[in-house]
């Protein structure tokens, strides 16, 4: 089966954050960006509200504003539409449902949760899962878009210690998603290839995607061991996650990854 790898398009701040330049100013980057990693050769595109830190929570209590899930749709059905690639989205800190609204309007393949299930202490606070509303909610909708959930989300500790075979066959046989994210610690920081091993063993072939540090130099350690990966640092220029997208850093991760057994 033929791996996908999915280009983060890291959006500007949106008309609620305080850093927001206008929407033209985060259509304009965001077209860049997915041009380059177009270009570059990724299999689809993950449209990510990056740029609106501090975060929400984006749970009941402290959900992200109206103007998000708006943004995350308009931008992300552009790029579709533009680009005829498959679309994630992930709205950030946790708002699963926003995000699932956003999917659906947008015709979107994918969204990326990062606590779906359990509870996580982050740095915007305790965030709790959300599964069963996400799914109702998609089912509310009429929608068919699957959740990435992550599993040990980065940024972020589990409110109490988790065996990770116990866990990650718990989110993979009882959440609802559709596969699993494994990343490193922190924002473009590697998984760690014992812990992958480990997942791997305890999930059997349900799906794992890599969602953070994908490089050249560990691709041929980490990709025969995935199901799909989403890069955002390595490929922006310098490998420094604000940058914008370097197409020649595109192209040597897929060079690496096709050397891996793409």
Not at 23 to 40: P, T
Not at 177 to 201: C, E, H, N, Q, Y
Request: charged share 20%; hydrophobic share 50%; with cysteine.
């Amino acid at each position: 089966m033929l791996k996908s790898l999915f280009g983060v398009v890291h959006l500007r701040p949106l008309p609620s954050a305080p850093r927001h330049r206008g929407m033209a100013d985060v259509m304009r980057h965001a077209l860049a960006d997915a041009a380059a990693l177009v270009k570059g050769g990724v299999d689809g595109l993950m449209v990510e509200n990056f740029g609106d830190v501090p975060f929400h929570k984006g749970t009941v209590d402290d959900p992200v504003t109206p103007d998000v899930p708006a943004a995350l749709a308009v931008v992300s059905n552009t790029l579709r539409e533009r680009f005829d690639l498959p679309i994630a989205i992930n709205c950030l800190r946790n708002d699963g449902i926003a995000a699932m609204a956003a999917a659906v309007v947008a015709a979107a393949r994918y969204v990326r949760i990062n606590v779906f299930s359990g509870a996580y202490l982050t740095d915007q606070g305790v965030i709790e899962g959300s599964a069963a509303r996400v799914l109702a909610f998609r089912k509310q909708l009429g929608g068919d878009v699957q959740v990435l959930a992550d599993f040990l989300v980065k940024h972020a500790v589990p409110l109490q210690p988790i065996d990770v075979a116990t866990g990650a066959k718990d989110l993979a046989e009882r959440s609802g998603a559709s596969g699993i994210v494994l990343s490193g610690a922190r924002t473009g920081a590697p998984v760690d290839v014992a812990f992958l091993a480990k997942v791997r063993a305890a999930v059997g072939r349900f799906p794992i995607w890599l969602g953070s540090g994908l490089t050249p130099d560990n691709a041929a350690a980490l990709w025969p061991r995935c199901d799909g990966a989403i890069v955002g640092t390595f490929v922006k220029r310098g490998g420094r996650v604000t940058a914008p997208v370097d197409v020649v850093r595109v192209r040597a991760l897929v060079a690496a990854l096709r050397r891996a057994g793409r």
